[in-house]
Nanobody, 120 residues
Framework: VQLQASGGGLVQAGESLTISCAAV????????MAWYRRPPGKGRELVAS???????AYAGSAKGRFTISRDNAKNTMDLLMDTLQPEDTAVYYC???????????????WGQGTLVTVSS
């Protein structure tokens, strides 16, 4: 099972961008999904998370500008980022607690990251 992130790119300040994450492989169930980011020269930080019931939580920098959503039928998650600023420049990683078919335990899995660059 892998998490595949996509949709990153270069945008100008004030623009919007949506990044996506898909859990691919033999997935039985996906619980909490989340987006993290690592700005240049800094540590990884939580951006937003969403439960299986759709309940979302946001870090301070994302509140009011970012919207996290998921499609449980497709095991996918999106992050709509509005009014992007240069300080949002980072590699964005998706993360999920999931269970593979035939497995008895839940795993915490990371995607490979997608780069978002916001120019001023």
């Amino acid at each position: 099972v892998q998490l595949q992130a996509s949709g990153g790119g270069l945008v100008q300040a004030g623009e919007s961008l949506t990044i996506s994450c898909a859990a691919v492989g033999s997935v039985l169930a996906v619980h909490t999904m989340a987006w993290y980011r690592r700005p240049p020269g800094k540590g990884r930080e939580l951006v937003a998370s969403i439960g299986h019931d759709g309940r979302a939580a946001y870090a301070g920098s994302a509140k009011g500008r970012f919207t996290i959503s998921r499609d449980n039928a497709k095991n996918t998650m999106d992050l709509l980022m509005d009014t992007l600023q240069p300080e949002d420049t980072a590699v964005y990683y998706c993360n999920a607690n999931l269970r593979q078919n035939g497995a008895s335990v839940w795993e915490n899995v990371w995607g490979q990251g997608t780069l978002v660059t916001v120019s001023s």
